[in-house]
């Protein structure tokens, strides 16, 4: 499921150059994916500059214990990179949960040249959400920095010299509250009931209601591996263990019911 995602954010990252990012090769092109392992998870130790709050940040602090949006980005990209910050900003909303409460929103720059008031340019432009907008942590780092966090990550990008601008996945990654990667998630088709039940899914259930974990009995199967995703596994144990009970109850009240006479 994984592979197929990277395939695709792959297209939408070709999508995010103009056509002068032909000059990469195809070799350089095939590294812009996001291709996580399987226990692929943030390294919390990692201090950035948070250009929202003017301080240094670590990234367990940004992620403070909730599930997190990801989103790597370009602060001074003008394409794809603004739409994905409004439309994600969109679904966010939509999903009712409260930013800084339920979840956690982090913009990390992929480029290091970037500043903090790039980073706070592309906040006041594409993310026009009062109640969101300022409990957004947008974080800008050195090359060190970004470097290990996307190699953690298995988040492939490529500058191209020739343009000055970055060939990237067009993807967010949604993290648990330790920072594990929990989905991949396209920023460009995101919605609020779908983002709502990945985030109470990636909680393991410390967010949303009882509505939103019964839904995510359908939404939770992983047809791709054939297997529910351990919040879902543990919701149907429960419920298996609720049915035997009842049942062994049942039995039991029937057995010392009783019986009418002929």
């Known amino acids: 499921?994984?592979?197929?995602?990277?395939?695709?954010?792959?297209?939408?990252?070709?999508?995010?150059?103009?056509?002068?990012?032909?000059?990469?090769?195809?070799?350089?092109?095939?590294?812009?994916?996001?291709?996580?392992?399987?226990?692929?998870?943030?390294?919390?130790?990692?201090?950035?500059?948070?250009?929202?709050r003017g301080r240094s940040l670590r990234l367990v602090e940004a992620i403070g214990g909730r599930p997190t949006l990801l989103l790597p980005v370009d602060?001074?990209?003008?394409?794809?990179?603004?739409?994905?910050?409004?439309?994600?900003?969109?679904?966010?909303?939509?999903?009712?949960?409260?930013?800084?409460?339920?979840?956690?929103?982090?913009?990390?720059?992929?480029?290091?040249?970037?500043?903090?008031?790039?980073?706070r340019h592309m906040l006041d432009q594409d993310l026009n959400l009062p109640a969101i907008a300022g409990r957004v942590s947008a974080l800008v780092g050195d090359e060190a920095a970004v470097?290990?966090?996307?190699?953690?990550?298995?988040?492939?990008?490529?500058?191209?010299?020739?343009?000055?601008?970055?060939a990237h996945p067009a993807a967010a990654l949604l993290l648990t509250p330790e920072g594990r990667?929990?989905?991949?998630?396209?920023?460009?088709?995101?919605?609020?009931?779908?983002?709502?039940l990945a985030m109470v899914e990636a909680s393991e259930g410390r967010v949303g209601g009882l509505g939103d974990r019964l839904a995510l009995l359908c939404y939770g199967f992983d047809a791709a591996r054939g297997i529910y995703t351990p919040l879902i596994q543990r919701i149907l144990s429960v419920a298996a263990g609720a049915t035997v009970i009842?049942?062994?109850?049942?039995?039991l009240y029937l057995s010392r019911r009783p019986r009418l006479a002929p």
């Open 246 to 251: 009842a049942l062994a109850l049942l039995i």
């Open 1 to 52: 499921m994984r592979a197929a995602l990277a395939s695709v954010v792959l297209g939408l990252a070709i999508l995010r150059a103009d056509p002068a990012a032909a000059r990469l090769t195809q070799a350089e092109l095939a590294r812009v994916a996001v291709a996580p392992g399987p226990q692929a998870r943030v390294p919390l130790d990692l201090v950035f500059l948070d250009a929202t």
């Open 75 to 119: 602060y001074t990209c003008g394409n794809v990179c603004d739409p994905m910050l409004s439309m994600s900003g969109d679904a966010l909303a939509a999903t009712g949960l409260a930013a800084g409460r339920d979840y956690s929103l982090v913009l990390v720059g992929l480029d290091p040249r970037d500043d903090a008031a790039a980073a």
């Open 147 to 166: 470097r290990r966090l996307t190699g953690a990550l298995g988040y492939g990008f490529v500058r191209d010299p020739g343009t000055d601008s970055i």
């Open 181 to 196: 990667v929990a989905r991949i998630l396209s920023p460009l088709a995101l919605n609020g009931r779908d983002l709502r």
